[in-house]
T-cell receptor, first 110, second 116 residues
Framework: QKEVEQNSGPLSVPEGAIASLNCTYS??????FFWYRQYSGKSPELIMS????GDKEDGRFTAQLNKASQYVSLLIRDSQPSDSATYLC??????????FGKGTTLSVSS | DTAVSQTPKYLVTQMGNDKSIKCEQN?????MYWYKQDSKKFLKIMFS???????INETVPNRFSPKSPDKAHLNLHINSLELGDSAVYFC???????????????FGPGTRLTVL
């Protein structure tokens, strides 16, 4: 059974701090890795994708992938109250559906 | 200019009824999906179609029947609705063919189904 594990949280950080979200996956054949943000009552929104080991930066977001450890993380720098949401980690092999973790709830206090 | 759209947004119905949810994407993608998000917010794949052909069919009761009239549309018909079918159903699309495709999936706004 392919699984994606995330700490459900809530993760609470003060405004301006760095939020660190982590994810592990069980399928070594996984090829693509994604972070989605989901606000309450809304649909998942793709914010980062990463396919090779290392770091990928996009604005305040940095995704990190370590395939040997089967580990993906998302760093959010200068966290804002508007970043408060549930962050979903998802992985897949080419041409298949996404396997989602259960999400980590992030709360950024002003 | 909605990329992935779904109708209806809300659906409230009685047990035993039959209902349909429609999905359309204008991204030119070749693959579409149905996901179910339960009350605990866990998002799980139900079906996937690639160019109108069913490629993923997870363990879903056969009361659920997807139909893809063309690669831009994927509908979900549910027969004999049960209380446990209450959830949010999301449609998504992606491009899995092509040199630089990594299956980034984009989600519709969701349909909140409530079975009374």
């Amino acid at each position: 059974q392919k699984e994606v594990e995330q700490n459900s949280g809530p993760l609470s950080v003060p405004e301006g701090a760095i939020a660190s979200l982590n994810c592990t996956y069980s399928d070594r054949g996984s090829q693509s890795f994604f972070w989605y943000r989901q606000y309450s009552g809304k649909s998942p929104e793709l914010i980062m994708s990463i396919y090779s080991n290392g770091d990928k930066e996009d604005g305040r977001f940095t995704a990190q992938l370590n395939k040997a450890s089967q580990y993906v993380s998302l760093l959010i720098r200068d966290s804002q109250p508007s970043d408060s949401a549930t962050y979903l980690c998802a992985v897949n092999q080419a041409g298949t559906a996404l396997i989602f973790g259960k999400g980590t709830t992030l709360s950024v206090s002003s | 200019d909605t990329a992935v759209s779904q109708t209806p947004k809300y659906l409230v119905t009685q047990m035993g009824n039959d209902k349909s949810i429609k999905c359309e994407q204008n991204l030119g993608h070749d693959t579409m999906y149905w996901y179910k998000q339960d009350s605990k917010k866990f998002l799980k794949i139900m079906f996937s179609y690639n160019n109108k052909e069913l490629i993923i069919n997870e363990t879903v009761p056969n009361r659920f029947s997807p139909k893809s009239p063309d690669k831009a549309h994927l509908n979900l018909h549910i027969n004999s609705l049960e209380l446990g079918d209450s959830a949010v159903y999301f449609c998504a699309s992606s491009q899995i063919g092509g040199v630089s495709s990594y299956n980034e999936q984009f989600f519709g706004p969701g349909t909140r189904l409530t079975v009374l």
